[in-house]
């Protein structure tokens, strides 16, 4: 009786299995050594150091009537970006306002190139329309309103690419947490520079 070809595998399959075997290995090897290459230029140029501070802080127009808000913001931002390496393009910048969890202003900044070891200051105005709130959070706006100053949350978030020498990295989210913000009613107070975290 004959035995099925499965059952005989030193026939044929010697050179075919070997050119396979060959491939499937280059092919890995390949993959493997260009995820070295990615891992060695990220850990060689890996951006360090991004910082945000806001500089100056201010509210305008503040108007607060059946539990709906009308206040215009005014920000101004700065953002550092350290590295000798890498330089930053900010394709979408988002910046918020909220007040105990409530977002109640935003702005949209228009996109910008950031080189390499440079700061950059950009303002920024939020404007609250009417903008409902709840009882407890109308409640406790009033009171600090009363004591003169505002203590808000200051939110930037942003879709950021690095570039690196001629090499553009993929798109990401860079989230940034500015709080607390104090802001005073009356401008003669000044504002003291917050201090924000960056999470990336
Ligand atoms: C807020 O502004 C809108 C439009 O400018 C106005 O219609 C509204 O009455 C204002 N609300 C308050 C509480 O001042
Ligand atoms: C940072 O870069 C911006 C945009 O290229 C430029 O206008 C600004 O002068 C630079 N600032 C510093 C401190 O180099």
């Known amino acids: 009786m004959p035995r099925s070809t499965s059952g005989s595998p030193r026939a044929i399959p010697s050179k ?15 993959i493997v050594l260009v995820g070295l290459i990615v891992l060695i230029i990220w850990l ?3 951006p360090k150091g991004l910082a945000y501070t ?4 201010s509210i305008h127009g503040y108007d607060l009537k059946d539990n709906r808000l009308n ?4 920000f101004v931002l700065r953002s550092s ?8 393009y900010y394709d979408y910048i988002k910046v918020s306002v909220s007040y105990d969890d409530e977002t109640i202003a935003f702005d949209l900044v228009e996109p ?13 105005k939020p404007v609250a329309r009417s903008v ?10 009033r009171r600090e309103r009363s004591s003169g100053k505002f203590v808000f949350e200051v939110r930037v978030k942003a879709r950021i690419r690095f570039k690196v020498g001629i090499m553009k990295l993929r798109r990401r989210t860079l989230r940034v947490l500015c709080s607390p913000v104090v802001v005073h009613m009356s401008s003669s107070k000044g504002f003291d520079w917050t201090r924000c975290d960056i999470d990336l």
């Open 16 to 30: 075919q299995a070997k050119l396979l075997n060959c491939i499937a290995i280059t092919i890995l090897s390949l």
């Open 44 to 46: 060689v140029v890996r």
């Open 54 to 57: 806001i500089e100056e802080g």
């Open 71 to 74: 206040a215009t913001f005014d």
């Open 81 to 88: 970006n350290p590295n000798g390496k890498v330089s930053l």
């Open 112 to 124: 910008f190139f950031q080189p390499r070891r440079n700061v950059t200051r950009y303002e920024v």
């Open 132 to 141: 409902p709130l709840m009882g407890s959070l109308a409640k406790n706006i």
